[in-house]
């Protein structure tokens, strides 16, 4: 038994002592530190996404690597910016909205926030060296993260002036040229026209309920999961799109037209049930299981459990602390290996460290950048539960210690 892994047994052991104890304290010193540790990595993960098209400079110095089968090299080269800033974004959209907070955070989310508006205004600029690549299949995904971004911080489209929230607009109608896959891609179509109905702009009714009706009503395969058009993958998609796209969506349309109440009530308990299966899947030193496609999102593969977290929507199975303190394990084993980032600070293609042999034949330097959507829960307060609780294991740690835990059992929904 090698040195690292009796100190992930140790970490795991010394999580389940230290609840039983009550005592406030954790493997880093206090729960007041873990939010420390997400924003830091939430720092290191985008500051030099949104600091470089800030300053109009992301194309020159954001390096592009792609898989080595890629279908199509320049045209994935051409979109690997606005893959990172998009999904970027759509991580880090909650913070940006939140108030409050000690100085020092207050004065990054600050930094961030500038960073942002002027980011926006170079991405959508047709005379700008920055200007993003709009029209296409990809960009029509990653348009959709930056407008999922948008919807989860109004403080964002606010502060926009009225030149650039018309050209965010004008970037946006270019996707419409773009017919989306008969797959989650009707998600991506709908959250933009969800953008433009949550901010009052005429928007395409179909395009949004094509979409939610193909999942409601056609594409769930039961226990908390839906295909990803007419063939279920056993992969992470649900987590990735599927389920974080329908409740952003829905909430667009209960919050702006009182429609789809029924949908949105069926979505968030499917949408719990997930949340189960998905804190089941870390594991008790913070890996999950390598499989589907896409693997290299790293914990972006967490996307829905941190949206339904930072919704405060999780089932009664699951406390906030323990739905922290395994994210948190998960953000540090797939953000600290040596390799992960460059010696510039971007990020490398692997899940654990750099491993391109993991790439799938459309992944970019920019794709990886979807990791971002793990820190949604940054956008409670640090007072909120979510932080405040003291130290908790999740369930694999309480398992694989030999605590006593209640069965799991499948989602039966009832129509």
Same mark, same amino acid.
């Given at each position: 038994?090698?040195?690292?892994?009796?100190?992930?047994?140790?970490?795991?052991?010394?999580?389940c002592?230290?609840?039983?104890?009550?005592?406030?304290?954790?493997?880093?010193?206090?729960?007041?530190?873990?939010?420390?540790?997400? %924003?830091?990595?939430?720092?290191?993960?985008?500051?030099?996404?949104m600091?470089?098209?800030?300053?109009?400079?992301?194309?020159?110095?954001?390096?592009?690597?792609?898989?080595?089968?890629?279908?199509?090299?320049?045209?994935?080269?051409?979109?690997?910016?606005?893959?990172?800033?998009?999904?970027?974004?759509?991580?880090?959209?909650?913070? %940006?909205?939140?108030?409050?907070?000690?100085?020092?955070?207050?004065?990054?989310?600050?930094?961030?926030?500038?960073?942002?508006?002027?980011?926006?205004?170079?991405?959508?600029?047709?005379?700008?060296?920055?200007?993003?690549?709009?029209?296409?299949?990809?960009p029509?995904?990653d348009?959709?993260?930056?407008?999922?971004?948008?919807?989860?911080?109004?403080?964002?489209?606010?502060?926009?002036?009225?030149?650039?929230?018309?050209?965010?607009?004008?970037?946006?109608?270019?996707?419409?040229?773009?017919?989306?896959?008969?797959?989650?891609?009707?998600?991506?179509?709908?959250?933009i026209?969800?953008?433009?109905?949550?901010?009052? &702009?005429?928007?395409?009714?179909?395009?949004?309920?094509?979409?939610?009706?193909?999942?409601?009503?056609?594409?769930?395969?039961?226990?908390?999961?839906?295909?990803?058009?007419?063939?279920?993958?056993?992969?992470?998609?649900?987590?990735?799109?599927?389920?974080?796209?329908?409740?952003? &969506?829905?909430?667009?349309?209960?919050?702006?037209?009182?429609?789809?109440?029924?949908?949105?009530?069926?979505?968030?308990? &499917?949408?719990?049930?997930?949340?189960?299966? %998905?804190?089941?899947?870390?594991?008790?030193?913070?890996?999950?299981?390598?499989?589907?496609?896409?693997?290299?999102?790293?914990?972006?593969?967490?996307?829905?459990?941190?949206?339904?977290?930072?919704?405060?929507?999780?089932p009664?199975?699951?406390?906030?602390?323990?739905?922290?303190?395994?994210?948190?394990?998960?953000?540090?084993?797939?953000?600290?290996?040596?390799?992960?980032?460059?010696k510039?600070?971007?990020?490398?293609?692997?899940?654990?460290?750099?491993?391109?042999?993991?790439?799938?034949?459309?992944?970019?330097?920019?794709?990886?950048?979807?990791?971002?959507?793990?820190?949604?829960?940054?956008?409670?307060?640090?007072?909120?539960?979510?932080?405040s609780?003291?130290?908790?294991p999740?369930?694999?740690?309480? &398992?694989?210690?030999?605590?006593?835990?209640?069965?799991?059992?499948?989602?039966?929904?009832?129509?």
């Amino acid at each position: 038994m090698n040195n690292a892994f009796k100190s992930l047994l140790v970490i795991g052991w010394l999580s389940c002592v230290l609840v039983q104890q009550g005592v406030a304290q954790n493997k880093k010193g206090s729960v007041a530190a873990t939010r420390k540790i997400w %924003l830091n990595y939430l720092d290191k993960v985008a500051r030099p996404v949104m600091q470089n098209i800030a300053e109009g400079k992301l194309k020159a110095n954001m390096p592009v690597s792609v898989a080595a089968n890629s279908d199509n090299k320049d045209g994935r080269s051409k979109v690997a910016y606005l893959e990172a800033f998009g999904r970027t974004m759509s991580g880090i959209a909650p913070w %940006l909205q939140l108030e409050g907070g000690n100085k020092e955070e207050i004065k990054l989310r600050n930094q961030y926030r500038e960073w942002t508006l002027r980011g926006l205004a170079n991405a959508t600029d047709p005379s700008s060296k920055d200007f993003l690549e709009w029209n296409g299949g990809q960009p029509l995904v990653d348009a959709s993260f930056l407008a999922i971004g948008l919807i989860r911080s109004p403080w964002l489209w606010e502060n926009l002036n009225d030149k650039v929230r018309q050209q965010v607009v004008n970037a946006f109608l270019i996707t419409r040229n773009t017919l989306p896959v008969y797959s989650n891609w009707l998600l991506f179509s709908g959250a933009i026209e969800a953008f433009f109905d949550r901010y009052d &702009i005429p928007y395409d009714k179909l395009r949004i309920d094509y979409g939610i009706k193909e999942f409601t009503q056609h594409w769930y395969v039961g226990d908390g999961m839906y295909s990803d058009g007419n063939s279920f993958h056993l992969d992470y998609y649900n987590s990735i799109v599927i389920q974080p796209y329908l409740s952003d &969506i829905l909430g667009v349309l209960v919050l702006k037209q009182k429609a789809y109440q029924r949908e949105s009530e069926d979505v968030k308990l &499917i949408g719990q049930r997930y949340a189960q299966i %998905l804190e089941r899947m870390i594991n008790a030193d913070g890996s999950y299981p390598a499989i589907g496609r896409s693997i290299v999102y790293r914990g972006g593969v967490f996307h829905h459990l941190a949206n339904v977290a930072y919704k405060k929507q999780l089932p009664a199975s699951l406390t906030p602390a323990q739905v922290r303190d395994g994210l948190t394990a998960v953000i540090e084993r797939t953000l600290s290996s040596t390799t992960t980032f460059t010696k510039e600070g971007w990020l490398n293609v692997g899940l654990y460290g750099q491993q391109p042999g993991l790439a799938d034949f459309y992944i970019t330097t920019g794709s990886l950048y979807i990791c971002a959507d793990i820190f949604l829960p940054l956008g409670l307060p640090e007072t909120d539960e979510f932080w405040s609780a003291a130290p908790q294991p999740w369930t694999a740690v309480k &398992i694989w210690s030999g605590q006593d835990v209640a069965a799991d059992h499948a989602l039966e929904l009832k129509k």
